[in-house]
């Protein structure tokens, strides 16, 4: 059921999102994150469909959203909204993405944690993440970070090859994200991530090794590697469409995907999720939590939220999001209760990208049956480490994981 509901009242979302389901949640321990969208960016590049504003693209505009101090006072305001709304609760994670977090600078993020802490009650032992382009950190701002109280930091460096990053419209320089992975580990983060994207035009074999290995040098615990996407709507579209550019090719992504695979893994680094690689201990529990039926709040422009059966979405502009925050209304753009069959399908989808996979009791008798047929194709095993009964994925069922959810769901 879907609800239009842009800019609800408080007590409107409270009674939607206090539904039976939500009401019981506490008892199966699902756990709760905070997920943080900062919408501002120095540039947009060339790839990216994100919620997210330079500042030609906000233009004047209301100083209340388009300004991150008028951001950072709307947030404030959600959180004390969405205390009201949930109850008290344990947050076991908090994660601050964009858009680009690192802008607000040191003092900014610090002041974003001091607003969750304001209104919740970190659990012992939470993870605080925040996203950072390299180009807007420094030394000062990790030692900042860290005495705040963020826990892990995740560097968007996409690539090592100059080309690569040019065909990207990424603006820092190559060397800088592992020079400030190296600051961040020196400002005492113990997890640190970089981030990849393989299968762009012109990209070599030779250039994702070299950003593999540059990463890793870094002393990095995790890393997270996307191919590239051609979102409609985006510069790198139009590129394609032009002609400019050659779409990625998916021979040529499997491939960069397997080099990927081999090359982390031979430095340490175990994949837990399709996309995914860590050392022992260094996985993102905030994503766990998406990808394991976990519950969060979303706060900002365009973020969107899952508790209990609900799901909603925000406000996307800075200004209206900030509006209808300034009239005391939570700034809900719509949601939806799932039923027991949507939530199945979702957790299927999730589940089975992970390495634990899941267990064949949480598949319906007539996707049980499926089973044995992706067996027989190589891309599915029903073991994991000597545990039977769970359905994993195999190599190649990795390459091959949205068809093998297609199948399981037919």
């Known amino acids: 059921m879907s609800t239009r509901a842009a800019g609800i009242d408080l007590a409107a979302a409270s009674r939607s999102l206090r539904t039976r389901s939500w009401e019981r949640s506490w008892e199966t321990a699902r756990p709760f994150g905070i997920y943080i969208h900062v919408p501002f960016c120095g540039t947009r590049c060339g790839y ?42 344990p947050v076991q994670t908090v994660f601050v993405g964009g858009g680009t977090p690192s802008l607000l600078g040191g003092a900014g993020l610090a002041a974003v ?13 939470a993870e605080v993440t925040t996203e950072a382009n390299p180009e807007s950190t420094s030394p000062d701002m990790f030692a900042t970070l860290r005495e705040a109280g963020y826990t892990r930091v995740s560097l968007g460096m996409q690539s ?22 190296a600051e961040a580990r020196a400002a005492g983060f113990d997890h640190v991530s970089i981030d990849l994207i393989y299968g762009t035009p012109g990209e070599t074999d030779d250039d994702l090794r070299r950003s593999i290995d540059v990463a890793v040098d870094a002393g990095i615990d995790h890393l997270s590697a996307y191919a590239l996407v051609v979102e409609d709507g985006t510069a ?51 994503n766990l939590g998406y990808w394991n039926g976990g519950q969060w709040w979303g706060a900002g422009p365009g973020a969107h ?14 200004n209206a999001y900030a ?17 027991a069959a949507d939530r199945h399908i979702e957790d299927v989808m999730l589940r089975v990208r992970l ?3 899941l267990s ?48 399981l769901l037919a």
């Not at 209301?62 to 008290?88: H, K, M, N, S």
């Not at 090592?160 to 992975?181: E, F, I």
């Not at 049980?368 to 073991?383: F, I, K, N």
Request: charged share 25%.
């Open 48 to 89: 990216c469909d994100f919620n997210t504003y330079t500042p030609a693209e906000l233009g004047a505009g209301d100083p209340a959203g388009a300004t991150p101090e008028g951001w950072l006072a709307a947030l404030r305001a959600e959180l004390r909204l969405a205390a009201a709304a949930v109850g008290p609760v």
């Open 160 to 181: 090592a090859a100059t080309r690569v990053l040019a065909v990207l419209d990424r603006t820092h320089s190559p060397g800088r994200a592992p020079a400030a992975a």
């Open 360 to 407: 064949d009791e949480d598949l319906t008798p007539a996707e049980r049956e499926r089973v044995p047929g992706l067996v027989a194709d190589g891309l599915l095993a029903v073991d994991n480490g000597g545990v039977a009964g769970r359905v994993v994925l195999t190599d190649r069922g990795r390459l091959l994981a949205d068809a093998v959810v297609r199948t």
């Open 305 to 318: 939220g899952f508790l209990g059966a609900t799901r909603w979405w925000n406000i996307k502009h800075p």
């Open 323 to 339: 509006q209808a925050l300034a009239d005391g209304r939570l700034p809900i753009a719509d949601f939806e209760d799932l039923g």
């Open 355 to 357: 390495r634990r996979g």
């Open 236 to 286: 790198l579209a139009r590129r394609v469409r032009r002609g400019e550019i050659s779409r990625p090719d998916d021979d040529v992504l499997a491939q960069r995907y397997e080099l990927l695979d081999s090359r982390l893994s031979a430095a340490g680094l175990q994949w837990y999720e399709v996309s995914n690689w860590s050392r022992a201990g260094g996985e993102c529990r905030h």
């Open 113 to 125: 944690l001091g607003a969750v802490r304001d209104n919740f009650e970190l659990a012992a032992g």
